[in-house]
Every structure is written in C-alpha cells, then in structure tokens.
C-alpha cells in the first residue's frame, strides 16, 4: 500500500501498491427478470410523469427554479409557465429512469452512458434553445428591431461553416499563441518529427541544480500551463527557481495515424535525456497533466524496468490511471462505442481536434454548447473572450493508433494490470515504480474524478503525497497564487477510502501550486548560478518560446 504523505515531511518508507482489479468483468446484460423491471419502471414513471403533467396543466405545479428560466415571462406568462414546468418534469423523469436503471443491477458503465445520452438529450430539447421557447430572446428582437436576430443568424452561419455546428467557445480574434498566450520567455531547444522541447528563461539569479520537465497531455495544446502572466504554471515555476523545460507534441495529420505509446513515451525518453544534456543533471524531476500523466507512468515503467534512474521524481495533475473506477468518460467504453469510435478515426488517420473536443462539451451540455447557442445565436450577443477558452477551441488531431490504445484503456482497463500492456519492449507493472510522486486531483472534475485521481496516488509503491484541490478539471490547473477563493487539501491517512483520506486532511487555503512547489524544491537539489544562455552546444537554441509545433493549424 502506498503511504500518503504531508509534503512538509521527510520520506516515508517504499512499500508494495495494493492489489490492482483483474480483468474486467463484462458489464451485466439485461435480460429476464431485469428486462421486466425495465418495463415496470418506464410504466411507473410514464404514470407519475402523466400525473405531474396534469397538475401542470391545472396550475398546481411547482414554480420554475432552473437558471435557464430566468425570465419573468417562465413565471408570469401561464403558457411559458406550464411549458417550463412541463420540460423540467420531462427531464426530471429521463433522470429517474436512469436511476432506477442503475438500482435494477446495470454496470456503472452502462449507467453513464444512458446518463450521457439523457442530458444530452434534455440539454438540447430545451425550449429556451428556440426564438419563440425564449421570451428573453423575443424581448431583445424587439428592442433591437430585429438586430439580433440578424446577428445571431449570421453567428449560426459561421458556425455551421467554421464550428461544426456548434456555437463558438470563444472569439479567435481575441487571442493569438505568442501574442498573448503562451508568452513566457524560452527557446526551444530540440525537435524532431513528434516534439519540441522548449526551455524557459531563468527569472532568478539562482536556480535549482535539477530541472523539471512538464509533460501536457497529447489532446490539448501544451500552452494551458503558460496562458498569460499571472495564470501560467511554467512561469510560476520558472520564478520558484526551477530550471523549467516542457513537451510540445506536434499536430498529426493522417500520415502519422501510427504514431502510438511507443512513439510518444519514446519521444518523452528523449525529452529527459535532453534536459539531461542541456542542464548536466544526472537526473530531471517531472510533472505530468492529465493524459500526459500517463506517458509520464509509461516511462517511469520503462526506467524501472532498465533499472535506469534519470528521474528523480514525479508529479501528476489530475491523472486518472484505473479507468475502472467509476468516470463519466467511461461513457465510452463500452465495445459498440469503441468500435464505432476506432472507425471513424482509422478512417481518417486521426480523431479531429474538433471531434474530440465535441464530445468533451456534451459531457457539459448547458455549460460548453447550448449557453453558447443561446446568447450567441438566439440574443445575438458577441462570442466571449476568455484565454482557457480560447486554449479549449483549439484542440490538435489525436492519431488512429493512438486513440485505439486510449480506447483500450477505457474498455479493458489495461493499464492497471500487470503484463496486459506491453510499452517500448517494457511489460506495464505500475508497482514497479518507485520514485517519489505528488499527485492532485480536483474536488468537482467531471472527466478524472478526484477519488480516482486518489487510486493513482495508492497504484505506484513509492512514496507518495496526494493533494485535493478545490475547483474542477481545468479550473484546477490554472491556478495561481493569490486567487481568495482557491483552497486545498493536504495531509490524511493513507487509507484505501478516499472519503477517509479527507476527512483526516488538513484545508489550506491558497494554491495547491505553492504545495507542489514546497515538495519539488526539496527534491530539487542545491541551488546553483542560474544559466546564462539557453541550451547547450549540443542542442543550442533554435527558435523563441512557443516555438512551431504549437502554430501548426492543419485541418482536421
């Protein structure tokens, strides 16, 4: 069992991970018995729905509450009144369907996906997603003498040709990568086919002895870790003294749908021997966001396995390892999904960056598709500026083999089992790796739940330090110091039970960033001139901060 430590301790002592779940059982099939309750249980709420609709109709029912219904006309207006309460108890009962799915025996997989498909569906049935659904949008057609009708058509227009038919995130006018995202001074340092490796100018006189690499996952451009002075974790780090360097993953188009695990863990293996190089440690630190974590896991797998010990230690940014443990994401896993899924991208080369961006906001339909197509096509309101919005729009293309291998993580869980997968010559046993890690997770992440973020922390036998940050996915990572509302856990038991864990943890206000960079600087070596010039002789600089590879637009 791996022990969680405070960050403000020394080491605790190396022990074996506990036990990692076999082979996944296949989820339940319905059938008998359980296919009659089925029945019973869409008869039972078509009846209670029936009884709730009359009293509806009668005006019984309860007031409207939903933000979506802001409108006075949702209260005031008897026709708008009903039609609100109406589709609030339509939902309410696709909801509770969904329940009783769950309660007559079906697997936690089967479960999100009926989930998924339900508030998609209510999502977009919503009558304010309509002009003549939405008082609030008729008003301003009104007030504006149809101006905003007119806007929100050509809004639609250029959507349905730019956007794949979903309204914009965010203006693409109003940020540009090196403009006023992804500003912090650097160069990079190495490329290759894959990646770029960029080194951050030093802000301190003194640096520390060993440097870190930031891994970002392989879906997001790497620049959510350096959005703009004040939210940028690598300038952050740079100005904790940290010799800082990060991964660039290149664009793929479809002649790179090859590219898969091996391609990416090696291209990481090169990564540390040049910061290795470039810095003349004998060993880097690393961090790993997200998917990235995982090839930062790989790697660690494949040093252990050669005995090599060119990392020091490993942090990881809301990481998911168990794909067993209950997610939304797991939605897609079922085989029907996978297949489907593996087609089309195989049929192409790659999943469009468009694509897999799609799917992650259904996962928030209010949130990242119909608010949008609310203010933007029905009020005619201007597309938001936001910097991580901007960074969500612009999403890179995920090659074939690859997305089949992240498919076959999500189905049959391999790579929590032991000799399942096989990286770079180098069988996957997690428990072989050994190093230090410091792992968060996110109190309200809807893609990597924290209590699976937690499993992470107890699945490699080093020791180990799990930290809870408030906030969700995305919200988690951008995270500077200074924010009044940010807050996290530390400390706990090192306890199988997450909710355990919690209880015995200390709340600290502020950043987790601080807490991160508490524990890496004591693992960070003694701190020494910083460099005057960036690279080396071997691998000199070759072009400014962010480099090329983050510029590479190539159609989906």
């Known amino acids: 069992m791996t022990a969680v430590q405070h960050p403000s301790t020394g080491t605790t002592p190396t022990t ?8 996944p059982e296949p989820e339940p099939r319905r059938r008998g018995p359980a296919a009659l309750a089925g029945s019973v249980a869409v008869g039972a709420e078509t009846a209670r729905l029936a009884r709730e609709l009359a009293h509806i109709a009668v005006g019984n ?5 939903d933000k979506r219904f802001a409108d006075s006309a949702w209260t005031g207006h008897p026709g708008y009144r009903r039609l609100g309460q109406g589709y609030l108890a339509w939902s309410a009962s696709l909801e509770r369907l969904v329940d009783r799915y769950e309660a007559g025996g079906a697997g936690w997989r089967e479960v999100e996906r009926a989930r998924f498909a339900v508030r998609a569906l209510t999502a977009a049935a919503s009558p304010t997603n309509t002009l003549l659904g939405n008082p609030a949008a008729l008003k301003k057609a009104l007030d504006t003498g149809g101006r905003s009708v007119v806007r929100g058509l050509s809004a639609m227009l250029t959507d349905l040709r730019e956007n794949g038919g979903l309204p914009a995130l965010c203006d693409p006018a109003a940020f540009a990568v090196g403009r006023n995202l992804a500003t912090t001074r650097g160069a990079v340092v190495y490329r290759d086919d894959v990646v770029e490796i960029l080194q951050y100018a030093p802000t301190t006189a003194e640096v520390h002895a060993r440097p870190l690499l930031v891994v970002p996952p392989v879906i997001n451009r790497y620049y959510l870790l350096d959005l ?13 003294g ?19 695990l091996d391609t990416y863990t090696e291209r990481l293996r090169r990564a540390v021997a040049v910061v290795r190089q470039v810095t003349g440690s004998p060993d880097v630190n690393t961090v790993g966001f997200c998917a ?8 660690l797998n494949h040093l252990a396995a050669h005995e090599d010990t060119s990392v020091h230690s490993a942090a990881y940014g809301v990481t998911l390892l168990d794909f067993g443990e209950r997610a939304p994401i797991g939605a897609f896993a079922g085989k029907w999904v996978t297949g489907l899924a593996r087609r089309a991208s195989g049929t192409r080369g790659v999943l469009g960056g468009k694509s897999l961006g799609s799917v992650f906001s259904f996962m928030k339909p209010n949130d990242l598709v119909f608010d949008g197509l609310v203010s933007q096509w029905l009020h005619g309101e201007p597309v938001p500026s936001f910097d991580v919005l901007a ?8 090659p074939a083999r690859l997305h089949a291998q992240f498919l076959d993580f999500f189905r049959d869980n391999t790579l929590v089992r032991p000799g399942a997968l096989t990286v770079l010559g180098s069988p996957v046993d997690l428990g072989e790796i050994t190093v230090p890690t410091f792992v968060t997770g996110a109190i309200t992440d809807h893609l990597t739940p924290w209590r699976g973020c937690y499993r992470t922390s107890r699945l490699l036998s080093g020791p180990s330090t799990f930290v809870l940050s408030n906030g969700g996915h995305v919200q988690s990572l951008v995270n ?4 009044p509302k940010a807050r996290h856990w530390v ?10 864990w919690r209880a015995g943890a200390e709340e600290r206000s502020g950043s987790w960033w601080e807490t991160w960079a508490e524990w890496t600087a004591v693992r960070s070596g003694p701190r020494v001139p910083a460099p005057a010039t960036l690279g080396s002789e071997r691998h000199p600089a070759l072009d400014a901060a962010p480099g090329l590879y983050v510029l590479d637009r190539s159609p989906n």
């Open 242 to 260: 940290f010799q800082t360097f990060i991964v660039s993953w290149r664009n793929p188009g479809k002649k790179d749908a090859h590219w898969n």
């Open 228 to 240: 703009r002075a004040g939210r940028s974790f690598v300038e952050h780090a740079v100005g904790k």
């Open 391 to 398: 960074w969500n729009a612009d999403a890179p293309n995920l």
């Open 292 to 299: 990235g974590g995982i090839l930062q896991t790989l790697l």
């Open 61 to 65: 029912a309860e007031a409207v509450t």
């Open 491 to 500: 400390g706990g038991e090192a306890v199988a039970d997450p909710e355990e």
């Open 16 to 23: 074996r991970p506990e036990p990692v779940p076999g082979t």
């Open 480 to 483: 500077p110091p200074g924010n």
